[in-house]
């Protein structure tokens, strides 16, 4: 540590000695003699042989000096650019529907073709060609094979709630049967022919079918109401009436199913699309069937006898 402090003490005693003869020629008044300018670079080389003279009489070796930095490297070559992207593939066409197995005819012809196909399955139905499913799938399969609608359009049209309630509409109309139900209300009727006189009984006959037909099935409805009606003529009731009258205001009650929804297949086509509900069908039907009612009556129990069976 002494050896290290005696150059710096050394140093401190010279710039205090050149501070004092400053001062003293201040006090003289002699003007200092102007040193010409070195350059920086002899001023920068006296300091560093000034400090390793004084670090050699110290006994400090100088340190060595540093090496030379490395040349820096070569700046790397630009990144080649990234190739385009290339643009997203176009969406696929959505598939397109399945082709017609005929020659598909024009709009004009597709409406000829759709109106004779409905012509044609009443037609051969009054006839007795075929029944009435049989034609209509022969229409439908014929409507599809020349381009009228599609296979998919075809699907999309059955309505399986309708044909759900239809399927247990069946199952309703047997509980009536083997309940006992029917044949009470039946027996009900027969009673009250004796009371209320012809016109009115076809009246009430005209009802009880309809009111029964809005329940179950129009086929079911006159098998149930058929028995009774057939009963009470064999026990010698309907005196003055004829069978054919009774069973026409029978037939025309059972396809005067107004009431509800579910009476009918055509009143549950038009349930859904045309937004009704049941309390629809009975405000507007339940006028409408009084109304037919009465037109029936008085229609079939003034039909001349010649025209009866």
Known sequence: QQQAAAPAAALWEA???AAGRGAGAAERGDSPKPTPAKPASSSLTAEADSSASALSAAGIAPAPP????PPSPPPAPPSPPAPPTPPPPPPSPPPSPSPPLLPQPGV?????????SLVAVLALSLCGAGTLLHLSLAAAFLLVGVGCLTVEQAFRAIQHRVLLTIAASFGLGAALDRSGLSAMLGALLAELE???????FLGAVFLFTSALSCLVSNAACVVL????LKDLHDGGGLAALRPAQVMLAMMMGASASFATPIGYQTNLMVLQPGGYSFADFARLGVPLTLSTALCAAA???SLPASWLP
């Open 15 to 17: 710039q205090a000695a």
């Open 66 to 69: 540093s090496p030379p930095a």
């Open 108 to 116: 004009r012809g597709k409406q000829l073709v759709a109106g004779g």
């Open 194 to 200: 004796p009371l209320l006189g012809p016109l009115p």
């Open 225 to 228: 109401v058929y028995g009774v």
């Open 299 to 301: 229609s079939i129990y």
